[in-house]
């Protein structure tokens, strides 16, 4: 039974609904949001498929209730359309960073709140991109062309 009202926003969108007090953040995004770029691995928060940002901060979807998110500004791989998102989507295009894609959503979500940290010196430092990219897996590129991708996605 739906009988939890929540009103946020999606990729600068008001929503407003009604949810199941056990309904996951992830299938509230997937399921009655048709949004599919969160994807969902593990279902325990080991994998970080199901990343998106909350508030700017990442967040494992699959660990978050949507009742959480009434007031909250929720933002998924499908919202990463201002400069420094376009940016980065055009990085991993062009460095071949997603093959299966079934980790980009998370990755990228990832990236963006590492590229919007302005404790970091330097943004294009491999071992400080490796580090934050630690958060998701991938079955497929071996991480090198994701790496890449987040570099290549600062601007010079
Ligand atoms: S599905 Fe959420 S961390 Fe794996
Ligand atoms: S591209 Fe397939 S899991 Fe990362």
Partial sequence: MNDIPINLRINGAAVAARVAPDL???DFLRGDQALKGT????????CGSCTVLVN????RSCLTL????DGGDVTTVEGFDDPAGARLRKAFAENFAAQCGFCTGGMMAVAREFLADDTIANHRDEAAI???LDAVVCRCT???AIVAAVRASVPE
């Fill in 66 to 69: 949507a009742a959480q998110m």
């Fill in 142 to 144: 071996g991480y090198q």
């Fill in 24 to 26: 996951t953040l992830a």
């Fill in 130 to 132: 490796r580090s934050r």
């Fill in 39 to 46: 994807h969902v691995g593990c279902e325990e928060g080991v």
């Fill in 56 to 59: 700017g901060e990442t967040l």
